[in-house]
T-cell receptor
């Protein structure tokens, strides 16, 4: 198993701009999930995309998944200062224990007012 | 969704001592997981805690250092034993509500541990 890799490690933008974060992984997956973490606290689930899905939307979030490239992206549109947080992708690997996730290193997003 | 209460939220401990972290879920769940997040790092799974059986530990983690209890379907504890400064991390418990694939995981608010 292999944890995902996110890039960039840090992203700094102005309010109103879009933020794009990328995630790559190395194994076959059931799904890929994105989480947000504020100031080293608990993780908040943002969105889950299944391996047979290519794109998913939730509010200002858009997630894409390319299983041939083993990569995913998270787009946050019209960003707000409250979006400032760390964002992690996590993969549910095929054949792994149900519910067990492998996390990427995360992207620290800072949105300036 | 699930509401997960984790206690304590933070603690500062002396090296050589032990700390027990509690995780309480508002519904019955089969699978519970304990993760560690070292400063500035991602989450690493410590162990899977299943009710009625011994916890399953990941490579690099041992029961003597991180004993886990899972007395029922809504509660688990993780103990960090004989602590050293290297154990300073955020510890998080996680659950999944469904025993089918493609189900999201829910996390507690974490326990921020500082060992001095």
């Amino acid at each position: 198993s292999q944890q995902g890799e996110e890039d960039p490690q840090a992203l700094s933008i102005q309010e109103g701009e879009n933020a794009t974060m990328n995630c790559s992984y190395k194994t076959s997956i059931n799904n890929l999930q994105w989480y947000r973490q504020n100031s080293g606290r608990g993780l908040v689930h943002l969105i889950l995309i299944r391996s047979n899905e290519r794109e998913k939307h939730s509010g200002r979030l858009r997630v894409t998944l390319d299983t041939s490239k083993k990569s995913s992206s998270l787009l946050i549109t019209a960003s707000r200062a409250a979006d400032t947080a760390s964002y992690f992708c996590a993969t549910d690997e095929r054949g792994s224990t149900l519910g067990r996730l492998y996390f990427g290193r995360g992207t620290q997003l800072t949105v300036w007012p | 969704s699930a509401v997960i209460s984790q206690k304590p939220s933070r603690d500062i401990c002396q090296r050589g001592t032990s700390l027990t972290i509690q995780c309480q879920v508002d519904s019955q769940v089969t699978m519970m997981f304990w993760y560690r997040q070292q400063p500035g790092q991602s989450l690493t799974l410590i162990a899977t805690a299943n009710q009625g059986s011994e916890a399953t530990y990941e490579s690099g983690f041992v029961i003597d250092k991180f004993p886990i209890s899972r007395p029922n379907l809504t509660f688990s504890t993780l103990t960090v034993s004989n602590m050293s400064p290297e154990d300073s991390s955020i510890y998080l418990c996680s659950v999944v509500l469904s025993e089918t694939t493609n189900t999201e995981a829910f996390f507690g608010q974490g326990t921020r541990l500082t060992v001095v």
